[in-house]
């Protein structure tokens, strides 16, 4: 009894040992491996790295150190790297990866891993970057992160948090799919498309807030969302892929603020599955017929009409946009950061958008004589203004 006694608490005290192993580590790009013994690739739980690193450095954390749980990468500056030896899934062949990025594959299958910290000046995830890393929890995403790759986040079934910075502007194509413990996600302003498969089978989400600057949403990318319970769908919307909200089985409301219905004929299961009995749709004053008439649309039995309203500037008078009428093209001051410009004729028909910066010329010479609205969204906010497009003889 006593051996089996010891024999257990040496096994323990191993685990207890080995979960806490720690290693701090200054490199060079690609010294990674040589900085570290074979022991501590094996054993170290919590690296904590500085210096500079590169895609060759992410391959010998995902395939040398297999127990890491830890990683703190907030001192480290990412190289670019051209060669054989990175994360790709092309082995052998030579691949060129962008400095600042985490690098494609970097991550890929990495189950043990739970928390990481990215460095500030990273400017992309790369497609695949955290596919399959099951375990991760957490994770913060530096303000400079301008895009996020296809299936960066693929199957990361354990992260239950994520937020997106202000600063990105793409989502690949199924970023967060199967993040089945994601529970809320919110799309920064500067974001136009919510692409294929994206948030399919997060099944614990219950909010999601979309930008009034998204212009579609690809198929199945709400697919199984099972826990969202209210939806809204931009004005700016005009094309919705086939099934993006199939098996939304929770939907108690959807808020449609189109002026006309999304044309859903190329898109037959728009919202299979969606109990279209209890359901209700909400759509803009006016436009209660042409919803109950059209494909899809017609299929809810509670379409009830709302008043779209639209959070303005707090100030203004700080906007300027000039000069009103304007002949080739027009200036925008007054803004904070990257927003996104729409130009919009009479109709309401998108025929121009632009993401701009404060004191940014736009030019618009191609446009035809005639009244226009422009739409102007920095954050949450939006600002319109009726502009005049003369052209001279």
């Known amino acids: ?192 498309s919510i692409e294929s498969s994206t948030f399919y089978s997060c099944s614990s989400l219950t909010s999601v807030t979309i930008p009034s600057s998204v212009t579609s949403i690809g198929e199945f990318a709400f697919l199984n969302c099972t826990k969202l319970t ?30 006309s219905p999304v044309i859903l004929t190329s898109s037959p299961a728009v919202f299979s599955g969606v109990n279209k009995t209890t359901c209700i749709l909400y759509v803009p004053i006016g436009t209660l017929n042409a919803y109950r008439t059209a494909n899809q649309w017609k299929d809810f039995k509670n379409v009830e009409e709302f008043t779209p309203t639209n959070l303005e500037f707090n100030s203004l008078q700080k906007i300027s946009i000039y000069p009103n009428p304007f002949t080739n093209g027009l200036y925008v001051t007054g803004l904070n950061g990257i927003s996104l410009l729409s130009i919009f004729d009479l109709n309401g028909k998108l025929i121009f958008t632009k993401k701009i910066q404060s004191n940014e010329y736009v030019s618009v010479k191609s446009l035809i004589s005639g009244t226009y609205f422009i739409n102007i969204i920095s954050g949450n906010r939006n600002l319109k203004m009726k502009v005049l497009k003369i052209n001279y003889q």
Do not use: H, W
Request: charged fraction near 10%; aromatic fraction near 10%; glycine fraction near 6%.
């Open 230 to 259: 209210t939806i809204t769908i931009p004005s700016l919307v005009t094309s919705i892929g086939n099934d993006a909200f199939y098996g939304c089985s929770r939907l108690t409301s959807i808020y449609a603020y189109p002026s």
């Open 1 to 192: 009894m006593k051996k089996t006694f010891l024999i257990i608490f040496c096994l323990c005290s191993t685990m207890i040992l080995q979960a806490q192993v720690s290693k701090t580590v200054n490199v060079t790009a690609g010294g990674l491996y040589s900085a570290l013994t074979i022991t501590e690739r094996n054993t170290v739980t919590n690296l904590k790295v500085t210096g500079i690193i590169d895609a060759s450095d992410f391959k010998t954390m995902r395939d040398n150190m297999l127990v890491l749980t830890v990683l703190d990468l907030s001192g480290t500056t990412i190289a670019a790297y051209t060669g054989q030896l990175g994360t790709s899934a092309n082995t052998g062949a030579i691949i060129s990866y962008p400095k600042n990025a985490i690098s494609e594959n970097a991550f890929y299958l990495y189950k043990s891993l739970t928390t990481i910290t990215i460095p500030s000046s990273v400017t992309s995830i790369e497609r695949n970057a955290f596919t399959y890393c099951t375990g991760l929890i957490s994770i913060v995403i530096p303000s400079l992160v301008t895009s996020i790759g296809t299936k960066a986040f693929f199957y990361c079934s354990g992260l239950t948090s994520f937020t997106i910075p202000k600063s990105v502007t793409s989502i690949g194509d199924g970023a967060f799919y199967g993040c089945s413990k994601l529970t809320s996600i919110s799309i920064p302003s500067l974001v136009t």
